[in-house]
């Protein structure tokens, strides 16, 4: 990732910390809850965090390294996939490039500021409608 990149994102994500992204599985999909604050954004299960809130255990953790920033231009991702179980290594890169079009793309960090700063307003099936998703 390009160094102007993450810094918008770690801008972006100071605020914003927490956002619900749908993962396709199957025939449906399976909403995954996203806390970051950086270098670091653990997903897990929403249901299993509805359940156990700071409990729950991370399915997917992703850290950013930053060293490279300044001198190359460059941030290093590293993603590990907790349980295999529940995610595939394909589910998981989706998954992060998901959440990282919804913090770097103007249009749909509109929606992940409304989910932590205008809850009333949020309607997940916005997020459905700009990943081209039916709504079940």
Not at 91 to 106: I, R, V
Request: charged share 25%; with cysteine.
């Amino acid at each position: 990732m390009k160094a102007k990149l993450y810094h918008l994102l770690e801008q972006r994500s100071a605020s914003c910390r927490h956002f619900v992204i749908p993962l396709w599985k199957g025939s449906g999909y399976t909403t995954m809850f996203m806390q970051v604050q950086m270098p670091y954004m653990v997903f897990t299960g929403l249901e299993d965090y509805k359940a156990r809130g700071t409990q729950a255990s991370p399915y997917y953790t992703v850290t950013h390294y930053t060293e490279f920033a300044e001198t190359k231009d460059t941030v290093l991702i590293r993603g590990d996939v907790v349980f295999t179980s529940k995610l595939t290594d394909s589910e998981a890169k989706t998954l992060l490039e998901t959440a990282h079009s919804f913090y770097l793309n103007d249009v749909r960090y509109r929606l992940v500021e409304r989910f932590n700063k205008e809850t009333h307003d949020f309607e997940f099936g916005d997020v459905l409608k700009v990943l081209d998703m039916p709504t079940m």
